[in-house]
């Protein structure tokens, strides 16, 4: 999978979880309150914040349209069973949540945005019956990512007129926020984080490659940082051990 592919797959991943999470929370309104709707509003805006982020590169794909299009309808149908809940139980809507879901909604617009898509389609989904496998779904792009990144920076670094501190400076601050971003992922997973464990090897690896390209012309805060990104990764898998 090229790299432009995995950019797309984390993008429909990222939706792909916003919407299951507004699936889920409709769901239990229609049975009872939400008593936790603050994890549900934080974990959708995390990954809108991905999304957006990658739609930034320019990414063009149709499939991501109709994506965007399933997870404003699973965020409007949230939305909707929230409003209709206060009704039955005669409460005001928390301005709170209110604000999060203005703050849902203007990242769905900006993807859309960026997205610029010709059209509007409609789009009827499932609702969802259980989360639990999403964000294993969505991290897959993620540490493809990391293992991209590391191996193209080795790539460039094999140049002849490679400038090494900028280049592993970049690819150092890439690396984190790709880590950054598995490792939310990996959290939020409920299952056995050990799944992960041959991408996360995959990814060591190239980051140990691109030390070992570097060598002696990086500085010691180039490889304490390519140090970290290592053992930031190696520990993912562990985070449930105990």
């Known amino acids: 999978m090229n790299n432009t592919n995995i950019r797309i797959e984390l993008v429909r991943t990222g939706l792909l979880n916003v919407q299951h999470w507004f699936d889920r929370?409709?769901?239990?309104?229609?049975?009872?309150?939400?008593?936790?709707?603050?994890?549900?509003?934080?974990?959708?805006?995390?990954?809108?914040?991905?999304?957006?982020?990658?739609?930034?590169?320019?990414?063009?794909?149709?499939?991501?349209?109709?994506?965007?299009?399933?997870?404003?309808?699973?965020?409007?149908?949230?939305?909707?069973?929230?409003?209709?809940?206060?009704?039955?139980?005669?409460?005001?809507?928390?301005?709170?949540?209110?604000?999060?879901?203005d703050r849902i909604y203007e990242k769905i617009d900006q993807a859309r945005w960026l997205l610029d898509p010709p059209e509007v389609i409609e789009l009827t989904h499932a609702r969802a019956a259980s989360m639990e496998g999403y964000e294993a779904m969505a991290a897959v792009p993620v540490f493809e990512l990391v293992?991209?990144?590391?191996?193209?920076?080795?790539?460039?670094?094999?140049?002849?007129?490679?400038?090494?501190?900028?280049?592993?400076?970049?690819?150092?601050?890439?690396?984190?926020?790709?880590?950054?971003?598995?490792?939310?992922?990996?959290?939020?997973?409920?299952?056995?984080?050990?799944?992960?464990?041959?991408?996360?090897?995959?990814?060591?690896?190239?980051?140990?490659?691109?030390q070992k390209g570097i060598g002696v012309r990086g500085m010691p805060p180039h490889h304490e940082r390519l140090d970290r990104a290592i053992v930031r990764l190696v520990a993912l898998t562990m985070q449930r051990a105990a």
């Not at 005001?92 to 209110?98: F, G, N, V």
């Not at 670094?157 to 150092?172: E, F, N, T």
């Open 25 to 101: 929370g409709a769901e239990l309104l229609a049975h009872g309150p939400l008593d936790d709707w603050q994890t549900l509003v934080i974990m959708a805006e995390k990954h809108l914040i991905e999304v957006t982020a990658a739609l930034r590169d320019g990414l063009d794909a149709e499939h991501l349209v109709i994506q965007l299009d399933a997870t404003q309808k699973a965020t409007s149908g949230f939305w909707y069973a929230a409003l209709a809940w206060c009704t039955r139980n005669r409460v005001r809507m928390d301005r709170t949540l209110e604000r999060a879901m």
């Open 147 to 210: 293992r991209d990144e590391a191996e193209a920076a080795l790539v460039e670094l094999g140049g002849k007129d490679a400038h090494v501190p900028a280049i592993v400076d970049r690819v150092s601050r890439e690396l984190e926020l790709r880590i950054d971003h598995a490792a939310f992922l990996v959290e939020a997973y409920q299952g056995d984080p050990a799944r992960f464990s041959p991408m996360i090897e995959a990814a060591v690896a190239a980051i140990d490659a691109l």
